[in-house]
């Protein structure tokens, strides 16, 4: 009996080997693996090749000449890359430090047990899911100078003395879409510092309770350790996503007033569908694309010695 | 006893306030909507309607079809997305979960490495190869513009669901003469029904919010998606923001009914397509 179970467990292993490894499980994969090429890794390639050349609007279809790196180096001449990068920066991490206090704080509360609670976390969601075009442009209106209710309620609160055009003063106009960009990004920052706290272990703060630690020596001491891993990824996720909004300032600003408001992937959009310098766009688009490959490379260098400790 | 009840009543009463701070937009867009043009511009304005009227509705979908195409294209458009996207993605998570493949480790990075690439960075390359093929202004190069968005998303979500099954599912299905595709379409889809529906809602979103494709591989009302037909609109009517709102609001509507019918299966996938792996 024993020996005949053996002997079929043993044929099953290996037609078991045999079922998981033929060559037709390359079917399943093979449709997204050639979408990928063709519509991914081929348009890569061609943004990379059409960076070093010098591609526009005029010789489109004819020859194109190498350039080496004169459109980078043209790129990286120009005063409005700069200002671009700046305020890419200056958006992101406005944008992040926000979004990330504000969604913590908001998962701290609806970590505890009230009527109501899952309907309130479903609804912040709802805000996330919006299109952005939607967002951007409900936020237009509520920013407007003369009739946006933001106005009235700073100006009711004592805050501002007079209607300020938000988005139509240079002063004004990145702060303008940084505070749109934080509605739309607290509740996706809530929900997945939420979903990391309902799974740290009730037991520690039963027993830190009992050693007589207060609310705030829990949070420091096991709440934030606990959390690190979800929180590195949230927000190294969080800076790749801010840092190549396009919809949201497009709608709000479009950039203005002058250049006051342009992010890195507006300027990619204005150097290639405005000035129609597709191979100055790419280079512009190259460099983006170092970066967010550097901060990748960041994330991945951390997650895995997180995956050590 | 009481105690805890009376801390749960504030914690309600304090979570009614956020939302009401945090949904403030979503109120103000529908009021706006509905407010007529006469109290539009009021100073200070009224934060609770005293007027309601339709005429923006009736102005803009009834009176002006110029809308309806643009509905009806970000329709076609989404459901095309959700559809192409469960088509490639559902086997391809399944084959990454389940089965054995070469270099499975370099796909998976691949795929989470893709939904990195700004969407500009796609934008500029593909209406030059779209030009040439004459995807430009269709449907098809829409759709498939939308899926570089789509699809890792989709696999990503859904290979947990695949991994979470227990083993020895296919094996069974074999006993009962089940192959490797029949066991795929009737044993185990079945059981990822969750992950499916997830997935389905999200991928039409990605569609029925695509903006930056929209703007740049179109320049044909007879295709453009609603998304693109409010930013014209901004355009064209600048100021007239009961009838932007009113738009904006029925471009919401579809999210809002899909949010609200599939409230559960959203919420998880959220976390899972961000998180795991």
């Known amino acids: 009996m024993s020996h005949k179970s053996e002997a079929s467990g043993s044929y099953t292993l290996s037609r078991r080997a045999k079922w998981f490894s033929s060559w037709n499980n390359y079917l399943f994969v093979l449709p997204a693996l050639l979408f990928m090429v063709v519509f991914i890794g081929f348009p890569l390639i061609y943004n990379l090749i059409m960076s070093f050349q010098n591609v526009n609007v005029y010789n489109l279809t004819g020859k194109h000449d190498f350039l080496g790196f004169a459109n980078y180096i043209k790129t990286l001449q120009d005063p409005v890359f700069y200002v671009s990068l700046k305020n890419s920066v200056i958006f992101t991490v406005l944008s992040l430090v926000f979004q990330f206090t504000i969604g913590f704080a908001l998962a701290l509360f609806f970590n505890t047990k009230f009527p109501g609670r899952n309907l309130f976390r479903s609804l912040m969601l709802l805000a996330w899911m919006l299109p952005v075009v939607i967002s951007g442009t409900v936020f237009q209106w509520m920013m407007s100078g003369d009739f946006g209710v933001i106005n009235y309620f700073l100006q009711t609160l004592g805050i501002i003395d007079h209607p300020v055009n938000w988005l139509s003063e240079s002063s004004t106009a990145l702060l303008g879409t940084v505070v749109a960009n934080i509605w739309i990004g607290v509740p996706f920052n809530m929900i997945i510092l939420l979903s990391g706290l309902q799974g740290l272990p009730d037991h520690l703060y039963e027993a830190a309770k009992l050693d007589g630690a207060n609310r705030l020596v829990q949070f420091r001491h096991i709440t934030l350790p606990l959390m690190r891993p979800t929180i590195l990824v949230l927000l190294i ?16 600003t479009a950039g203005g007033p002058v250049t006051s408001s342009t992010v890195l992937p507006i300027y990619a959009y204005q150097m290639s569908f405005t000035t129609l310098e597709f191979s100055q766009g790419a280079s512009v688009s190259m460099i983006m694309f170092l970066i967010l490959i550097l901060i990748s490379i960041v994330y991945l260098r951390m997650s895995s ?5 | 006893m009481t105690k805890t009840k009376w801390r749960a009543a504030g ?9 009401i701070v945090f949904l403030f937009p979503v109120y103000w867009m529908i009021k706006t909507s509905v407010t007529p043009v006469t109290e539009l511009y009021h100073n200070p304005p009224h934060i609770l309607p005293v007027a309601a009227t339709f005429d923006s509705y009736i102005d803009n979908f009834i009176r002006n079809q110029d809308m309806i195409g643009y509905i009806g294209n970000s329709f076609i458009i989404a459901l095309g997305t959700m559809i192409l996207s469960l088509f490639i993605s559902v086997p391809a998570a ?10 499975k480790a370099l796909i998976m990075i691949s795929i989470l490495s893709i939904q990195m690439l700004p969407g500009i960075m796609m934008a500029m390359p593909l209406y030059i190869m779209f030009s040439k093929v004459r995807l430009i202004d269709n449907f098809a190069g829409l759709i498939f513009a939308d899926l570089i968005h789509a699809l890792p998303f989709a696999i990503i979500t859904l290979r947990p669901f695949f991994l979470a099954l227990p083993g020895g599912l296919e094996e069974a299905a074999k006993i009962d003469g089940c192959n490797k595709f029949t066991s795929f379409t009737k044993i185990i889809l079945p059981l990822v029904k969750p992950g499916l529906m997830t997935v389905a809602a999200f991928c039409f979103l990605f569609g029925w919010g695509d903006f930056i494709f929209a703007l740049t591989l179109t320049s044909d009302n007879a295709v453009r998606p609603l998304t693109l037909g409010l930013y014209r609109f901004i355009g064209q009517y600048g100021t007239e923001w009961n009838n932007l709102m009113a738009v904006a609001t029925l471009a919401a509507l579809p999210i809002i009914v899909i949010f609200v019918a599939m409230q559960k299966y959203i919420v998880g996938g959220v976390t899972a397509g961000a998180m795991k792996d």
């Open chain 2, 94 to 103: 399944y084959a990454l979960a389940r089965l054995s493949i070469k270099g």
């Open chain 1, 237 to 252: 996720l969080g800076i790749i996503n801010t840092f190549k909004v396009f919809d949201l300032i497009f709608i709000m």
């Open chain 2, 11 to 19: 914690g309600t009463l304090i979570g009614i306030l956020i939302m």
């Open chain 1, 305 to 309: 010695k997180e995956e050590v400790h």
